[in-house]
């Protein structure tokens, strides 16, 4: 039996449906959290935004009533997006940590645009004699995601530990997205937390 569960909504169409496979919520008894179909359970969401939507989950577990949870959400939900945008902001994480995972649906050459994130790491390989194809993942940094060259993105098997020449104000986004996911639905909004940041936007 659950105290509270919260239905998220559909991806295709968030003002007008919530689904059934995107949800959160906690058991009454045990206070254990039940978390399916958001960016902390996914395999291709940076391993740094699966850490903070999981310090954020069970301070929510700890709410009995939706009023506890709104207020969960617009004070410690707000706390932690500032610490871990702080921490993008400072450079001080591991790019190892950032690393986004996609699927190429083309052989890299197929593509005729060169800009996306995905592409633009994979021809860095290419370029240095490892061929990928239709199918296989690759796994990158954002490094310049306004510009319109080719350095957009980084691959992962070429940053080291200490690299840190990633986009934080691109990355800053991508976190009030994750976050969003869980608190949007408790009055906390992606342009809510966005605010809360624009000094490091800047």
């Known amino acids: 039996i659950y105290k ?5 909504p559909s991806k295709v169409h968030p003002r007008t449906r919530s689904i ?3 949800y959160f919520g906690c058991f009454e008894d045990t206070n254990e959290l039940k978390v ?8 291709d ?6 850490e903070c939507q999981g310090e954020i989950l069970p301070e ?3 709410c009995d009533n939706e009023q506890e949870l709104r207020e969960c959400a617009s004070t410690a939900g707000v706390q932690i997006f500032e610490k871990y945008a702080r921490n993008l902001e400072n450079h001080t994480v591991s790019p190892i940590h950032l690393m986004i995972t996609r699927r190429l649906s083309k052989n890299p050459s197929e593509y005729s645009s060169k800009r996306q994130l995905q ?7 290419e370029n240095e004699g490892l061929k990928l194809k239709a199918g296989q993942s690759i796994s990158y940094v954002i490094t310049r995601y306004e510009s319109k060259g080719r ?26 997205d994750c976050c969003a996911s869980v ?11 966005l605010s809360r940041a624009t000094g490091r936007l800047a």
């Open 183 to 193: 608190l949007d639905p408790l009055g906390v909004s992606k342009e809510m937390l």
């Open 151 to 176: 350095d957009r993105s980084y691959p992962e098997e070429f940053v080291k530990e200490n690299y840190n020449d990633y986009d934080s104000k691109r990355y800053i986004e991508l976190l009030a």
């Open 4 to 8: 509270w569960i919260v239905f998220l």
């Open 119 to 125: 592409v633009n790491a994979a021809l860095k390989l």
């Open 60 to 62: 929510l577990a700890r």
């Open 45 to 50: 969401t940076p391993e740094y935004f699966k």
């Open 20 to 22: 059934t496979n995107r």
């Open 36 to 43: 399916r179909g958001i960016e902390y359970r996914r395999h």
